[in-house]
């Protein structure tokens, strides 16, 4: 009975495509053995569902392949943010469903029961409890008999490093991590909000006061850290230089309290900015009452909590907060804060069956592009020098790439020894705060392992930090410091990509969203990182070239974030010039290939990194001399630029 009713579904379907302009389609299936047509018919109806017909694809493309778009899906809704939901769906049916059946199989993976418990925890809260937080801090003397550091190294050791002298283990390059050393952050101040304010210990000073002698201090420390000259890097010292430069601070102590080290090598190597500034904020500071800026850093500390992204407590201040809304507001903080157990769980769970035919089709891809962008650099339009010619070359080829963002090529006893490392408590407080205690911990670790093999693991996906802000786990990106390409899962599933995709749609969003994050690697910003994430003068070269300053200027006239646009307009050539290697097959699948790719941008409202997403297609399309051959567009229609910007 099933078998038939699919026979006559795929009929049914069959017989809607028939007005469809699918003409001579190539239904190939790239590194794969075979294809589901189902899949791709049902697909173009997708496709064809948001185009608007009575409008014209060479007078504004967006409005013609997006144009039923918000009727179908609503306002501010997004391809991106459509599958960012599923995933977060697929997690609280697995937490769900685990938590309703004691017996099932996945509660022996590693991480999976205290994942578990982490999530009860956070669906049970019903108010914020901040005085929870601070009663969790291992234990101080006095607040007026403590030294002002030894609290900021505590607090460090959970990733709060924000003020007066900030100390904070960072990723340095492709194999390394590094501990960077920097004054007062200047240009973040507190909000001290009575909320904060009743859940420090006991001070005897009432709000407004207390608010205006942080303010008063945070006066003092933003003139002192606030750099006098325009260098803005780092310097390479050792402990001991630290010490004989700036006396004033026990910084063994600190460093020690903070890595949770027993000892710091007085050779160790750090990256400093501003050390005169940094001693300036000492001296300062050790003539403060301690009480006072020992609450500051305490009020500071909360404050930085309740801002993480995705922190749940946010959605507790909403008096129409529903369970179903915490759950998922619960599982985004989790995707966040234990970004390395719940990709492992997503992988055992749902993507690991996926993953063979996706790892030999999106990496065929990206091999084809690589070697593509080889050949354009080799070409030399812009008259570099070989040498650097050959740099940017050797970028190119070494560019990794991780589908899913997990550690390569480990046992499950890597992520048995995770499930060891980490603890979970009582609440939700306890657990954020283990959370936190548990990724900078290891990345403590991670600064001070000397064993390659072990250290090369982490190196092999990127383990971001639960501080960051961008929404990076709903679209791919390039990461500059480790030369890698990371394919979220969000992305590893249509209506970007599948593996069964024929050709017109796979390379449609594939290929040019793999070029577009590839390109981002000679962007005016990252071009600057070689092959092993160390930084180059690249640039500097680059600018010396008036046909590569042309071109800059040429693609600077409007756009919100140039090294965007530099991205779309050469990621979607590269794109195309890899997929049309027959222009016959071209001339009758282009519409699918162009569809696919304007997809992605459907509903985009942009934000402070990107333009619109009707901008950015449009313009990347209108540079595109085979986009406008297909669809018959006249030199100087919009979609058909007389201004043809060249650039990679």
Known sequence: MACGLRIISLLLLSISI????????????????????????????????????????????????????????????????????????????????????????????????????????????????????????????????????????????????????????????????????????????????????????????????????????????????????????????????????????????????????????????????????????????NRQDRRLLNLYSLARFLSHLLQLPHNPLESLSSALVSSKSLSIACIRHMRRTLYLPMIYAYERVYYAQQRPSDERVIHSVFTELKDQLVQTLDQNHFNLNRGLVKALQTKVLGMRLNVGNVPRNVTEDFFWATDRNWKVGHDFHENHLNSLLYYYSLTAELEGNPDATEKAIWYSFNNHSPDLTDNIDATPYFYCLGNIIIIPYSYAQLPFYHSELWPAMLYGDLANTLGHEMLHAFDTDLVDYDVQGNMRDYSEQLQQQPLYVEAVKCLNDSSVVLNERTSDVSGSRLAFRTYMKDTQSWQSNGRYYFLQFSHFFCGDEGDRYHDMGSTRLNYALSQMPEFAEYFHCARGTPMNSAKQCHFW
């Open 18 to 285: 028939d007005a469809l302009p699918t003409y001579h389609l190539n239904q190939s299936c790239p590194y794969q053995s075979q294809c589901d047509p189902s899949i791709n018919w049902q697909h173009i109806r997708r496709l064809e569902s948001y185009v608007r017909r009575d409008v014209d694809p060479c007078v504004d493309f967006y409005a013609y392949a997006c144009g039923n778009w918000r009727r179908i899906h609503g306002e501010g809704g997004t391809a991106t943010t459509i599958s960012e939901a599923q995933i977060n769906q697929r997690f609280e049916d697995l937490f769900l469903r685990l938590l309703q059946d004691p017996l099932a199989q996945e509660h022996g993976y590693p991480m999976q029961q205290k994942l578990l418990t982490h999530y009860q925890s956070c669906t049970a809260l019903t108010s914020s409890n901040l005085r929870r937080y601070l009663q969790l801090l291992p234990p101080l003397p006095a607040l007026n008999a403590s030294h002002w550091m030894e609290l900021v190294s505590i607090l460090g050791r959970y990733g709060y490093h924000d003020h007066f002298v900030q100390i904070e283990v960072r990723h340095h390059n492709i194999s390394q991590h590094m501990i960077f050393i920097q004054p007062h952050n200047h240009n973040q101040n507190l909000d001290l909000t009575r909320e904060i304010y009743d859940a420090l210990p006991q001070h005897g000073i009432g709000f407004t006061q207390l608010k205006e002698m942080f303010s008063v201090l945070e006066s003092h420390l933003n003139r002192l850290a606030k750099p006098n000259i325009t260098d803005d890097s780092f310097h390479n010292l050792t402990l001991e230089q630290i010490r004989r430069r700036v006396p004033e601070l026990d910084w063994l102590g600190a460093l020690k309290r903070q890595l949770n080290r027993s000892s710091v090598n007085a050779d160790h190597s750090f990256q400093v900015d501003e050390l005169s500034a940094i001693r300036q904020v000492i001296l300062y500071l």
